[in-house]
């Protein structure tokens, strides 16, 4: 993510075609779609749990867009009642067999139906072109997996929650301001990716070079009605180099090692995206979720920590603010030692149980 902000927000803000490095498409055809279906083969960048059933589902979100999941459910779980549940949303460019599955598992062994899911225009979801990057859709992704979720014979539909890993944290927050059937909402090394887009690390990015970046996708677009092949902009750097910041080598660590690599996950994005994701402003309605229950989780040593800090502030109570001692942004992606499952388990048993 932080080589995709350096590319759009960078002086040059030149974009490049990355699709013979990575597995991503630039077909407009639709990804492909799986039904209803038990995970025979586990693709996923964690180990299975024996606690816990596994199986792929399938639903469409307002836009009509088929989006793909994988529901976990304990094993012992009571079928003849309903249960809280818990949706998962991946860090930005991610898939849901990294870490928002990890979480839906570790979360599921502690007694809730949850599911991980594909974003829009990614992974096995459908939307076209591909690797679009769009706001409204990637809000209404998590108000459709409440759909879904409150349409399930073992979920009670009046206790749904939502977590929302690094991108998806602005996201989910976006859906719970404007849809109350979440119930209460945590994030997880979040990212507010409007401000990212427009500001870069550490709002390090003048006003005069984000309207130069705008320029620069304007005319992108003008190139592409014109014939041009859509271009990417990576996400995470294909390789390191003496130059790579901290950053980019903490996110090369996950995205592109067998930590957390995964084919289906390119972390690139279409260049004019960039207009539409400068325009977001995901805290605009924070304080509308009050009542309803917040908890923000960031690592202490992490890159990213103001963003939770600053939408802490602006949130309104109930509100909780965990900071995890020795944690980068990316360790609390996987490193189970490091994220406060423990935390996470009481938040949502108070709240959703």
């Known amino acids: 993510m932080n080589n995709l902000l350096r590319r759009v927000l960078g002086a040059t803000a030149v974009a490049v075609s990355i699709c013979s490095l990575t597995s991503c498409t630039t077909s407009a055809g639709e990804a492909p779609r799986s039904d209803s279906a038990a995970v025979d083969v ?55 067999e990294q870490s928002s599955g990890l979480y839906a598992q570790q979360m599921a062994e502690r007694g809730f139906v949850t599911l991980a899911f594909d974003a829009s225009y990614g992974g096995e979801s459908g939307g076209s072109p591909r690797n679009i990057a769009s706001p409204e859709a990637f809000t209404e992704d998590f108000s459709a997996a409440v759909d879904y979720l409150g349409t399930h014979a073992l979920v009670d539909r009046n206790r749904i929650g939502v977590i929302g890993v690094c991108g ?100 690139a994005f279409t260049f004019t995206s960039t207009a539409p994701m400068n325009g977001y402003y995901p805290f605009a309605q924070i304080a509308a979720i009050s009542p309803r229950p917040l908890l923000f989780i960031a690592g202490e040593n992490a890159h990213s920590r103001y963003f939770s800090e600053d939408a802490f502030a602006r949130a309104a109570e109930p509100k909780e603010l965990v900071i995890v001692p020795g944690a980068g942004h990316v360790d609390l992606y996987d490193r189970t030692e490091l994220i406060p499952f423990d935390t996470l388990t009481r938040f949502f048993d108070q709240n959703l149980r």
Do not use: C
């Open 42 to 96: 586990w693709d996923k960048t964690f180990p299975k749990s024996d606690a816990v059933d596994s199986e792929k589902v399938r639903f469409d979100n307002r836009l009509g867009i088929t989006l793909i999941g994988d529901l976990y459910v304990p094993k012992n779980i009571d079928r003849s009642a309903t249960h809280p549940a818990i949706i998962v949303g991946h860090p930005y460019g991610g898939v849901k």
């Open 168 to 267: 998806s944290g602005s996201f989910s927050l976006s859906a719970a301001a404007v849809d109350p059937r979440i119930r209460a909402l945590a994030t997880v090394s979040m990212y507010d990716m409007g401000r990212a887009m427009r500001q870069g690390p550490a709002d390090s990015v003048p006003e005069d070079q984000r309207r130069q970046n705008l320029a620069a996708a304007a005319e992108q677009r003008w190139a592409e009605l014109d014939g041009a092949e859509r271009q990417m902009v990576p996400g995470t750097p294909v390789e390191l180099t003496d130059q790579s910041s901290a950053i980019d080598r903490e996110f090369y660590d996950y995205y592109r090692t067998p930590r957390g690599e995964h084919p289906r996950s390119t972390t």
